[in-house]
């Protein structure tokens, strides 16, 4: 059995190799994403709150729709703290996204409506997931979502055979044969970084895995037989007031902080604001509620809250922040950051060791092969 284990778990690892280390690199670095953004674009992500209040958001999106007369407005991401709010528009007649960045205190507009993959961070997000094979006219529209998945799938299957395999190395897991051969402190490390990192790896499997499966499902099978609407108008009423909306949400969902509101893109849609709440779930995500509202006339409809649904669908809310790790502040994000670079590791480790037991194959049967001339010669 474990011989069986020890060969799926080597041509996996061998298989997946560059693909796993590209899915490990970037999502070590996309775990600082806001960071890195900050740094690269201090005078679009970062807004200077000098304790002002947010503008209401009907001026905010009119604002929007008079600076950029030629798309329409998706979706808005909303920030009370010092990040500005990303703006997310469909350019008309199109079904091409771009985002701009927005002063919600002042009004300013402070970039200009982008790619959704334009900017370093976001590229390397589209990377990440996909392996930016979406966009190849020359495959299916999904193949990358797809190859991810199934990257997802073997990574976590290099998880749990790793564990099996090296279930025993738990009795000396950080004793490490320094004075050994180089093959054999290689071994011993190699066992010590999956075996110490298992636990988060097969969280990043999981959750990765499934937010491709999500994506996959969503554009191949709700709308396989349909195809995108595309958007030339709004398609909620001009009447509607999305201040009020915000301001009834709280009263809809006790401390409900509207996070990200989505507008009407198929006819069929109404108006969605995601949201956070105060909850004792540290991975409660700041999308797990949901208040929606008619588009036409702006009446209330419905409301999801994360506290009184069930357990499966709290545990799939708080795949974003397990998977991006940061759940816990500074402190998980680093070791999100170190734990998602090991695969590496893992990888470069492992190869040598295959390499290396090959190659003593090879020198084995040679050597055979030899004594067995030797010994035909002096019979």
């Not at 949901?290 to 708080?318: C, F, L, P």
Request: aromatic share 14%; charged share 20%.
């Amino acid at each position: 059995m474990r011989k069986t284990l020890f060969k799926i778990h080597s041509w996996i690892a061998l298989c997946a190799l560059v693909p796993l280390i590209v899915i490990s690199i970037t999502g070590s670095v996309l775990v600082f994403k806001s960071e890195i953004d900050g740094l690269l674009m201090p005078d679009s992500h970062f807004v200077v709150n000098n304790s002002l209040e947010r503008q209401p958001i009907d001026n905010l999106i009119a604002v929007a729709e008079n600076t950029f007369p030629d798309y329409v407005v998706g979706s808005w991401e909303i920030f009370n703290d010092n990040t500005a709010d990303r703006v997310y528009l469909v350019k008309r007649g199109t079904d091409s996204w771009y985002k701009f960045h927005l002063n919600q205190y002042t009004g300013e507009v402070l970039s200009q409506p982008v790619g959704t993959s334009h900017y370093f961070t976001d590229w390397f997000l589209e990377l990440h997931y996909t392996f930016l094979l979406n966009d190849l006219k020359s495959l299916p529209g999904q193949t990358g979502t797809v190859l991810g998945f199934f990257f997802a799938i073997f990574l976590f299957v290099l998880g749990v055979t790793g564990l099996i395999i090296y279930r025993k190395f738990w009795q000396r897991l950080f004793s490490v044969r320094w004075r050994a051969t180089l093959q054999i402190v290689l071994s011993d490390i190699h066992k010590m970084t999956g075996v110490l990192g298992s636990p988060i790896i097969l969280i990043l499997a999981i959750t990765g895995g499934y937010f491709n499966w999500a994506v996959w499902y969503h554009e191949v099978v709700e709308h396989a037989e349909e195809e995108h609407f595309i958007l030339t108008n709004n398609l909620y009423s001009e009447n509607i007031n999305f201040q009020a909306i915000l301001d009834d949400s709280k009263k809809q969902i006790p401390t409900f902080n509207g996070t990200f509101l989505v507008m009407p893109l198929e006819p069929d849609e109404n108006i969605t604001l995601f949201g956070e709440v105060d909850s004792r779930n540290p991975l409660a995500s700041e999308y797990a509620n949901t208040v929606s509202y008619n588009k036409q006339t702006g009446e209330h409809m419905a409301n999801w809250d994360i506290r009184e649904v069930g357990i499966g669908w709290q545990v799939i809310d708080s795949f974003r922040k397990l998977h991006f790790g940061y759940f816990a502040g500074l402190l998980s994000k680093i070791l999100w950051c170190v734990i998602g670079l090991s695969p590496v590791w893992l990888a470069g480790t492992g190869f040598y060791l295959w390499l290396s037991r090959r190659n003593r194959k090879k020198q084995s049967q040679k050597n055979r092969k030899h004594r067995r001339a030797t010994n035909e010669l002096n019979a």
